[in-house]
């Protein structure tokens, strides 16, 4: 690869985002507007290698992939309609009309842009699985093949969800356009929802043999900080920043040398990212300021908080803990929910305590495959000398995992229940 292929790449992966959602204003397609972007990109590979990259390569992009853009309206049969939509930025002279001043149509609403192509692709009238796929393209810069192998899936399967979800959106004629007051709530709840997806498969991968992908913690990072930046009065979003930076911060601690992975309460704290942390901890204070009550990824994150604060586990505040789990489970009920909680009251008042909830739990039908239930209950058999009973509930967790890594601690948790009780 010479030396301009790579800043070319290097250039596309930070600028992509922008150059599709200027784009996209122009065009109201992001399919098409995509594939403009691309051959920006594809004019660049092939001019820069001898003319050198330009001063402001992100620029040179974007104006590349704006005067084709312009000159595809210009020869559609749609240019009247595209003007009349763009009405704001038509000028009438003598009774004509002239063309829309294309570039401060773009130009001017860069940060505007980029959040209604982060609402788009999280649209609710995709699959969870498409918008995902169809984040992680458009606004996180991935390529069909990287989002393939973070979730173990072929590149085919990746790349029909993408096409799917550009026709559905198409289709569906939605709207290049913030959502209204009304539907922001469940709309944003939605961009939540897949940042924390894309951050929770790099966190604790659901299948595969490594136990942390740390590239999409990393891309999930990336797209929450962009989302705080776009929407500083959105506690929830600065909820959701905290959560992942506190999270993220414990990644280096939570694998051992051979690849292992490492409980919480047995990291070496020392490991954690302290820089991450203070990120985290200040994410949570202007979530807090906004004066609104605390939502589901705000009260995580003050859970999370809580460890972070601790210097060792022994010091960790599970009273607190157990107090914000029971608030999450009036914001946000869920049986999950539930079963931390039981592992956190276990913690604060003893094991028998939380084995009664997770006891209860054990009849509930979105638990039933859930490999962390056994787990739990395993942990919680064996602080009650139950090491018999403990070892079969940790082989049945172990069974139930899809990850290699995973695997192999809960079988080794079975072999060995008494090392478990602590």
């Avoid at 506690?235 to 919480?264: D, T, W």
Wanted: aromatic share 4%; net charge negative.
């Amino acid at each position: 690869m010479t030396r301009a292929h790579g800043a070319i790449e290097a250039v596309w992966r930070i600028e992509s985002t922008r150059i599709i959602a200027g784009v996209t204003r122009i065009v109201r397609d992001v399919g098409l507007a995509e594939e403009l972007a691309q051959e920006a990109f594809v004019a660049a590979l092939e001019q820069w290698p001898e003319s050198g990259v330009p001063a402001n390569p992100g620029a040179w992009l974007m104006a590349t992939a704006k005067h084709r853009a312009i000159d595809r309206l210009r020869r559609s049969k749609v240019l009247e309609r595209k003007t009349e939509e763009l009405g704001h930025e038509l000028s009438v002279r003598g009774g004509g009309a002239e063309e829309p001043d294309w570039d401060r149509a773009i130009d001017n609403h860069i940060e505007d842009d980029v959040l209604r192509l982060i609402f788009i692709c999280c649209h609710p009238v995709l699959s969870t699985p498409a918008r995902i796929a169809l984040t992680l393209r458009m606004v996180g810069g991935l390529t069909t093949d990287e989002i393939a192998r973070a979730f173990l899936v072929s590149d085919a399967t990746v790349a029909q969800r993408i096409v799917r979800a550009k026709r559905t959106l198409t289709e569906a004629h939605v709207p290049f356009e913030l959502p209204g007051r009304d539907e922001l709530s469940a709309r944003l709840s939605s961009v939540l929802e897949v940042i924390y997806l894309v951050f929770n498969e790099g966190y604790s991968a659901t299948g595969g043999d490594e136990w942390l992908r740390p590239a999409l913690c990393e891309d999930a990072l990336r797209l929450g900080r962009i989302l705080a930046g776009l929407m500083p009065d959105e506690p929830e979003v600065h909820g959701l920043v905290a959560l992942m930076e506190i999270q993220g911060s414990r990644m280096r601690a939570r694998v051992g040398p051979a690849g292992e992975p490492v409980l919480l309460l047995d990291q070496d704290r020392a490991r954690w990212d302290y820089v991450l942390v203070r990120r985290g901890l200040a994410a949570l204070d202007r979530a807090e300021a906004l004066g609104a009550p605390l939502g589901p990824y705000a009260l995580q994150a003050a859970i999370a908080a809580c460890h972070a604060r601790a210097r060792t586990a022994d010091e960790t505040d599970w009273i607190r803990i157990a107090a914000l789990y029971d608030a999450l489970s009036q914001v946000a009920p869920s049986p999950v929910v539930d079963l931390n909680r039981a592992v956190a009251l276990g913690m604060a008042f003893g094991a028998a305590v939380g084995l009664e909830i997770v006891d209860h739990l054990l009849e509930e039908p979105a638990l039933d495959g859930y490999h962390l239930l056994p787990a739990a209950r395993g942990d919680l058999l064996a602080k009650l000398g139950r090491f018999d009973e403990a070892s079969k509930e940790f082989e049945r967790a172990a069974s139930l995992t899809r990850n290699g890594r995973e695997r192999a601690l809960l079988l080794d948790r079975a072999a060995r229940p008494a090392r478990t009780a602590g």
